[in-house]
Each structure stands twice: as structure tokens, then as C-alpha cells.
């Protein structure tokens, strides 16, 4: 079973970046394609980035697309978000997910539930 322990995020002025990690514990990383998602108060978690096992699939909710990268190295069990051109919207606790898929190349989950574990999240506050 996947653990996920995340880091980065934090403060940043709008135009900025940020980068998020997340490692994964277990042995068993490169069966899993990996997502990250955003949460803010009483919303629900929406899609931000998924990439396929292999890294060579990758998908981008349309609001972050063309400023934000996800990428994955299965060697160190991580995945990270790089996140440019940082704007106030973004701001919100940030979650990489795990889905366990024998699908190497292919499908990316976008929904909450397509995914079986998760980070515990990390606050990126974005100023104007």
C-alpha cells in the first residue's frame, strides 16, 4: 500500500512559482498513474494535473494548462507540479492522488474517485 507524503507549496505573489513533491512509500509506485488535485472551503477537490505510469501521458485541467507541468521520476517514487505564472485563483490545499491502473501508458483519472490513496495536502497561497 502507497503512502504519499507531500511538500513545497506555501506563499507566493501572483506571477510566481512554486513546486510541489510527492513521494511515495511503498514498492509498488510505477503501478500507479498519479493525479494532482486542488481543494478549497466548501468546494469539492477538482482535477489539476494527472500523468500516466510510464510519464508519458500527461492531462491539465483547461484553468492551470499552458502554466503548470506534472512529471513523475519512478526511480525516487515521486511525482512533482511545477507551477508558473502563479495567479490568486490558484490558491487553494493542494493533494497528489494514487490510481492503481495496469494501464502503463494510457488513462488519466479526473475524478476524485478514480483514485485510491492520497497526500495530505499543502496550502498554496497565492497574493495579488
Known amino acids: 500500500q502507497e503512502q504519499l507524503g507531500q511538500s513545497g507549496g506555501g506563499l507566493a505573489q501572483a506571477g510566481g512559482s512554486l513546486r510541489l513533491s510527492c513521494e511515495a512509500s511503498?514498492?509498488?509506485?510505477?503501478?500507479?498513474?498519479m493525479g494532482w488535485f486542488r481543494q478549497v472551503p466548501e468546494k469539492e477537490r477538482e482535477f489539476v494535473a494527472g500523468?500516466?505510469?510510464?510519464?508519458?501521458?500527461?492531462k491539465y485541467a483547461d484553468s492551470v494548462k499552458g502554466r503548470f507541468t506534472i512529471s513523475r521520476d519512478n526511480a525516487k517514487n515521486s511525482v512533482y507540479l511545477q507551477m508558473n505564472s502563479l495567479k490568486p485563483e490558484d490558491t487553494a490545499v493542494y493533494y497528489c492522488?494514487?490510481?492503481?491502473?495496469?494501464?502503463?501508458?494510457?488513462?488519466?483519472?479526473?475524478?476524485?474517485?478514480?483514485?485510491?490513496?492520497w497526500g495530505q495536502g499543502t496550502q498554496v497561497t497565492v497574493s495579488s
Open positions: 511503498g514498492r509498488t509506485f510505477s503501478w500507479y498513474g
Open positions: 500523468i500516466s505510469r510510464g510519464g508519458g501521458n500527461t
Open positions: 492522488g494514487a490510481k492503481f491502473t495496469t494501464d502503463y501508458g494510457g488513462s488519466i483519472g479526473v475524478s476524485e474517485g478514480d483514485y485510491l490513496h
